[in-house]
C-alpha cells in the first residue's frame, strides 16, 4: 500500500484564517481524494483531486471555501478558508492503490482542525 | 442520503467473542466493498475488501460475508480481542472508474478484557 504522510497532523486556528492542508505520497497515484470526518461522524468526500485540473467538488462544498491543488501525481494540497468552529474537523487524504487487483483505497494520518 | 446504512452504533463483547457489524446498501452499481478501522487520533486503515462476486472473504480473524441478493454484508471479528476496540467503518464504491467510497455511520467496539 501507498505511505501517506499529511502536514500539519493538527492546528489550532482563529476565525476568518485559512488553513492549507498537504498530502504527500511515496508513489504515483492516478486518484486522490480529500475527505472530511466531523467530530464523532463517519466520512465525507469533499472532492477529488485532478491531476493538472480543476478539483471535483461533491455537492455541498465549493471551491472558494476548499482549495484544491494538485500539481503533480504524489502531491496535493486542501485549503479551508475563512474558517468557522463549524469547520472544526479531521481533514483526510486519500489516494487508491496501483497494484494488484484490490485497488484498494488508503488514508492518510489526517489533519485535526480546530478553529476557535 | 446516506447511501450505505450501518449497524449497531455501537457494541461491546467480551475478549474471546465474535463481533459481528451490519451494512446494507441500495446502489447495484457499487462494486466494491472494504472495511475500514480507526483508532482515536488515527486515519481510517483498510482492514478487508469484498467484491460482489465473491460470498465471503476471510483475512485471520476478520471475515466479510457478502449477501448480493440482499444488498447486505457484514464483518465478523472472531476471538475480539482488546486491542480490536475501534472504531469500524464499512464502505462501498463503484461502479466502472468510479473511485468514490460511499461510508456507513460507523460502529464503536468495545472488547472488554
Known amino acids: 500500500s501507498a505511505v501517506i504522510s499529511q502536514k500539519p497532523s493538527r492546528d489550532i486556528c482563529q476565525r476568518g484564517t485559512s488553513l492549507t492542508i498537504q498530502c504527500q505520497v511515496d508513489?504515483?497515484?492516478?486518484?486522490m481524494f480529500w475527505y472530511r470526518q466531523q467530530p464523532g461522524q463517519s466520512l465525507t468526500l469533499i472532492a477529488t483531486a485532478n491531476q493538472g485540473s480543476e478539483a471535483t467538488y461533491e455537492s455541498g462544498f465549493v471551491i472558494d471555501k476548499f482549495p484544491i491543488s494538485r500539481p503533480n501525481l504524489t502531491f496535493s494540497t486542501l485549503t479551508v478558508s475563512n474558517m468557522s468552529p463549524e469547520d472544526s474537523s479531521i481533514y483526510l487524504c486519500s489516494v487508491v492503490g496501483t497494484s494488484g487487483a484490490s485497488l484498494g483505497q488508503f488514508f492518510g494520518p489526517g489533519t485535526r482542525l480546530t478553529v476557535l | 442520503q446516506q447511501q450505505v446504512k450501518q449497524s449497531p452504533q455501537s457494541l461491546i463483547v467480551q475478549k474471546g467473542g465474535i463481533s459481528i457489524i451490519n451494512c446494507a446498501y441500495e446502489?447495484?452499481?457499487?462494486?466494491?466493498f472494504p472495511w475500514y478501522q480507526q483508532f482515536p487520533g488515527k486515519g481510517p486503515a483498510l482492514l478487508i475488501a469484498?467484491?460482489?462476486?465473491?460470498s465471503e472473504k476471510k483475512e485471520g480473524r476478520f471475515t466479510i460475508s457478502f449477501n448480493k441478493s440482499a444488498k447486505q454484508f457484514s464483518l465478523h471479528i472472531m476471538d475480539s480481542q482488546p486491542g480490536d476496540s475501534a472504531t469500524y467503518f464499512c464502505a462501498a464504491r463503484g461502479g466502472r472508474r468510479d473511485y468514490k467510497l460511499s461510508f456507513g455511520a460507523g460502529t464503536t467496539v468495545t472488547v472488554r478484557a
Open positions: 508513489s504515483q497515484v492516478t486518484m
Open positions: 469484498i467484491r460482489p462476486d465473491v
Open positions: 446502489n447495484t452499481a457499487f462494486d466494491y
